[in-house]
């Protein structure tokens, strides 16, 4: 019996110290600060930028205020949308100068539309999009204007009281040239980015069938901006971000509690949203996950703690020694641990060496290694794109 409990005690020892050291099933979670791209490129002179909020849907509007509970229509009366839209735009303008992309961004004050009709007198468009004689700079500026009205007429902004009239321009939308001239000789800005619509659609339900509460809100904002040296639209996008929240319980009160009341949700969404906008436009960074390998081998285990101080290049030292060690588990393990530490040096090429290597130490015949890699391979793929990316948007390859 002692000799039994003596071998039990000495293998379950050999398992701890295996564990630790030569399997490849328990890797670490780590969070790393990554750039990523915007998703378009702006003009290389756009150096500093006007924003400005200019949302004509500002008043409350019955055709945006409704919404659904339990697929039932019901009408807000509170004119949520306008407390969304400013706090979506607070939030955008802080995230854009968080990224320290221009070198000056200026908030020009916000119109009020909440007693201003708006009169469209836009017609369709006629004109062959083939035609030579009409350049890029005039289709941007029309079809700007169009997509913008389309939008308008849409939701028919409704002002409570209309103290004041707007007509439409069919190729600069809700500015005129004298606007944009006077908006130049007042602020030191390349190009002026305005706000010019703004609302939401949510709903809310419980579904007996999944006994699920679940609840979305679509942020929907239109931006247009003008270069303000040649006074004219430079391009218009509008887009629309949907967030959700659900929780499953048999119970309707019990699931409806762990979701946020609407006002809340709403809110929460125009957050949300105005940072993605932020971010659709400028390079920003972002916080992702990666994994490496911590090993129970002596000289090895430290590098674990060097990893949480930030001390790649020390722990790389390390790891380095070990990748063509005759043990294969810990090869593998330390070869792709070299890829992480290349990846957070910018080295994303000799990461993507070190991660194929480590692939190559078991091939297939290690599923959950072999998973691991093939990933890493992937993200590693991508960023290698998004780095060309970014050097064209900040213009780094000149």
Known sequence: MKARTFNIALLFGILIFTQGCYT???????????????????????????????????????NTAIYLLDSESVTDSTNLDSI??????????????????????TEIKAADYSHTQLIDTLTKPEFDPADSSL????????????ILAAEIRKTKPMPGRVEQKKYLDPKLALYSEEELSAIADTCSADVLLSLDHFYTENALAYLEYSSTAKEVVHVHYSWTAY?????????????????????QSSYK????????????????????????????????????QRIFYESGN??????????????????????????????KALAAKCKFNMAVACE????????????????????????VHSANCREYINILAQRKQDQQIIEKQLSLDE
């Open 298 to 327: 002596p000289e090895i285990k430290p590098t674990s703690q060097m990893v949480n101080n930030g001390k790649w290049l020390e722990a790389a030292e390390v790891w380095k020694k070990y990748t063509n060690d005759k043990n």
């Open 344 to 367: 957070m040096n910018d080295q994303i090429d000799a990461a993507l060496g070190w991660v194929v290597e480590s692939y190559y130490v078991y091939g297939e015949k290690n599923e």
């Open 253 to 288: 009160k019990e699931a409806l509690k762990r979701i946020p009341p609407r006002r809340d949700a709403v809110l929460n969404a125009a957050d949300i949203a105005g940072a993605n906008t932020a971010e659709f436009l400028v390079p920003h960074w972002r916080t992702v």
């Open 227 to 247: 270069d303000l040296k040649e006074k004219k639209l430079a391009f218009h996008f509008s887009r629309g971000d949907t967030i959700f929240w659900s929780h």
């Open 24 to 62: 490849l099933y328990n890797p670490k979670t780590i969070s790393i600060d990554i750039v990523e791209p915007a998703r378009v490129k702006l003009p290389e002179d756009y150096k500093k930028m006007a924003v400005r909020y200019n949302n004509v849907n500002v008043a409350w509007n019955p």
């Open 135 to 146: 350049t890029e700079e005039e289709l941007t500026s029309i079809v700007g204007a169009h």
């Open 84 to 105: 969304a839209s400013k706090i979506y735009f607070e939030l955008f303008i802080s995230t854009l100068k968080e990224q320290q992309f221009f070198e000056k961004i």
